[in-house]
């Protein structure tokens, strides 16, 4: 009985948290960030680019150590080119170099992690003097940022989420061709060194975006849970795409209002529903197979 | 006028070449073989006929109202494929992606010319299937489909029976030369398997440190045939 009273008492302080505007920009911003990576996240891990998500993400955090050692007003002005030009040097050498692509990614990544660390230490920034940890902690797990976005972030996250949506849905089949036959989409007359580049640069938008919403350690989670989670239950491109959405959509939601009514960090669970989800969707995978 | 002209090509990567001096033409129907070792440059010549990859020197004409993006091609498998979430009709219908410009979406004309792949292969009953539950031999039916989609001129099939079974390479042989021959499409097919290749073809393109082109009579005549066809009986 009190687990009950308990249980509809939590629904009550919910129902009172949605009124309030930051949980609404939190979901607004939370639920479209979350859209955009599962759309791409089928495309990266089917092209085994899914790693370059994390490397991506730990760039993003070495760009915002620097702005914030510069007082940038907006981190993402510097944060996001960075990483656009990381993506599109990551995915460039993917095909072709010296050094091969896990290897670079894994020295870009490990590489900007150490230097965004070593600038927020030796910074003589008074701020993050005082709270180093505390900045540290909240840049690499997003601890509380998305419950603190200003009116400006939410404006911007939603416009740039429309854009990559838009871009999503007008190069579908040509993201399926890339992605499912690269020889033969060129062949085709598709220019697919483009629509790598335009992959690269969505993808590192959105890891910029995500960086509010899970940190910068658990961007990885956003991109890999709803495209796997989705592709043990469905066999077509499509029913995969729309499922992955629907997942990611409803495990980000979730994990917000339960992080809002429990107080536990929003980043990381999000990231635990969506493992649920995984856990979820991998018996019903094995439930179909065997009917 | 020829369909495909090459002229004095020179292939490989990097600037090294791996083929010199390459002159073949192909007329429409033609069933063209290319045969060679491995490593004498099948798929570098296929990829460069694709456009691919650039030649070293040397042209590649199309002609007798073929374009260069009419080209159908059915590739080796990659690893990619093996895993992919697609069903047999988003796989055939991504074969029409050079028709339709610069528009996001196929229309009804491109989904009529899905549906007509599919029937030509005998696969209209796999279309909801998922692609990587195939068997091997339905997997090749699904990517000759999508190739068709692509042209009904020209098909380059870079060995269509690596890792069948004989009786479904049989199969397949026979519906390759059925799209020859009854659907006047001019086949260019790099093979391993010399013997069952040499059935059907009219034309032999060998490749290697000797380079042979011709007629079927005139590549078993030629020594070039000999040295090649004991080394590979020996391997088998």
Redesign the interface.
Known sequence: MIMIADISADFAKLGEYLQRDFVIRALVVGVLIALCSSLFGVTLV???FSFIGDGLSHVAFGAMTIATVMKLTNNMLLTLPVTVICAVLLLRTGTNAKIKGDASIAMISVGALGIGYLIMNIAPSTSSRTNLAGDVCSTLFGSTSILTLKPFDVWLSVGLSAVVIVLF??????L??V???E????????KAGLYNLIIAVIVAVIIVLAMNLVGSLLISALVIFPALS??RV???????IICSAVFSVACTALGIMVSVMYGTPVGSTIVAVDIVGFAAFTAAGLIKRRV | MAQLTVKDLTLGYEGKAIISGLDFSVDAGDYLCIVGENGSGKSTLMRTLLRLQSPISGTIETGDGLRRDEIGYLPQQSAVQRDFPASVREVVLSGCLSRIGGRPWYGKAEKAIAVESMEKMDITHLAKRCYRELSGGQQQRVLLARALCATRKMLLLDEPVAGLDPRVTAEMYSLIKRLNREDGITIIMITHDVAAGLDNANKILHVGAELFFGTKEEYLASPVSRGFSATEGGEA
Do not use: C, E, H, Q
């Open positions: 089917l092209k085994r849905i007008l190069f579908y089949n040509r399926f061709a992605t499912f036959d020889a033969f989409a060129r062949a085709s007359g598709l989705a592709m469905f066999k077509s491109f499509r029913s995969v």
